[in-house]
C-alpha cells in the first residue's frame, strides 16, 4: 500500500509543481508564438501519458495484489493488448512530432525579404556582420582569420570589403522587421540563443546554419551560447538592441566597414595609447575576455585589474611580483605556476613578441 501511495503523492506533486510553477518561459518578444504553443503540447501529452501509466500501476498494484490461496494466470502474449499500445503510442508520437517539424520547417524558410546577419561564434565572444552597400554577405575562410580580421574575411573580395563588422558582443535590431541569421564558429560547437525571441541554433565549424526571427518588442535582450564550449561557456553573453528602424539605421550607419578596418590607423598621440589598443583587440580575438576581466571581477582566471606589479600567491606557496617579465613568461608558459584559487586550465598560445607586448601593455594599463 504505501508504494500506491508514493505514486499518488508524485502524480499529485509533479501537477502541482508545474501548475504553480514560476520558471515558465520568458516573455514572448518576437513572432515564435508556435514554439511556445508546441512546447505547451509537448508537456500537455507527456503529462497525459505520465499521469494514465502511473494510475495504470496504482491500479494494477490494488487489483493484482498478492491474496492467500490466490495464484496468477499466466498469459504469453495479448494481440488484443499489444495494438492498442502500439496504435496509442504512434498517435501520441505523432502528435509530438508533427507541430515540431510544422514550426521547424517554417523557422528554416525566412521571408525574401528579411534582414542579412552573420553571427559568428569563438571562444567565448560572438561578432556580427551585416552585408552594408554590398547587399551580400563577402566571402570568407578560416585561413584569413587573425587579430586584426577576427572573423575571416577575404580581404581581397569587394563584397566583404564592403561589408559591415560588429566586432563585439552587442548587435542591434529594427522592429518589426524579419531577421535571417546566418550562423558560424571559428573553433568549437556553439549555439546562438535570445531566449525571449525563442531563437536558437547550433553552430557547427566548418558549417553555416540558419533561421529567421521578427523582433516584436523593443528592448535590450540578453543573448547566450546554448552548447557546453569550454571553461568560458558561462561568460559567453551578448545583447541584441531592439529598435525603431530609423534609431537601427543611424546606428548601422556608424559602424565600421571590414574597408575601413583594414585601413592604416590614424595616428596617435603616443606609441603606448596605440599597443594598449592592439592589447585589448589581442585580447578579444584570442579569447582572454571569457576568463579574466578588467573590472576586478572573477570569471574563470585571475582578473586583471591590479594585476600589474602586484605580488601574486601560486598554488605551491611561493610568490611573485608580477611585472612585464613575469607577466610575459605566464601568458607563454600558462602551466608553469597557477595562481592560488585557480585551476590550470588556461592553454598555451600561439603568440609573437609584438602581440606579446601588447597584451602586457593592455594589463598594465588595467588599474
Known sequence: MWMVIALLAIIGGSLLFHVLSPWWTTALASN??????TLTITLVITAIFFVVINLFIVYCLLRFRHRAGRRAAYQP??????????????????????????????YIKPPPDALLLEVVGQQWQWRFRFVGAAEKLGASDARFVSSSNPIGLDPDDAAARANIVINGNEVHLPLNRPVRVLARSNDVLHDFFVPPMRARMNIVPGQVSSFWFTPT??????????????????????????????????????????????APAAPVQTAAIDLVARGKALAQSKGCVGCHSVDGSTIVGPTWKGLFGKTETFADGSTALMDAAALRHKILEPQSRTVKGFQPLMPKLDIKDDELDALVAYIQAAH
Open 217 to 262: 518588442v523593443a528592448g535590450r535582450f540578453e543573448a547566450m551560447c546554448a552548447q557546453l564550449c569550454g571553461i568560458g561557456h558561462p561568460n559567453m553573453r551578448g545583447t541584441v538592441v531592439v529598435e525603431d528602424e530609423a534609431a537601427f539605421k543611424a546606428w548601422l550607419g556608424a559602424q565600421p566597414t571590414f574597408a575601413a578596418m583594414l
Open 77 to 106: 502474449e495479448n494481440r488484443r493488448l499489444e495494438l492498442w499500445l502500439i496504435g496509442v503510442t504512434a498517435v501520441g508520437i505523432a502528435a509530438l512530432l508533427t507541430p515540431g517539424l510544422v514550426v521547424y520547417a517554417s
Open 32 to 37: 515564435w508564438r508556435q514554439m511556445d504553443d
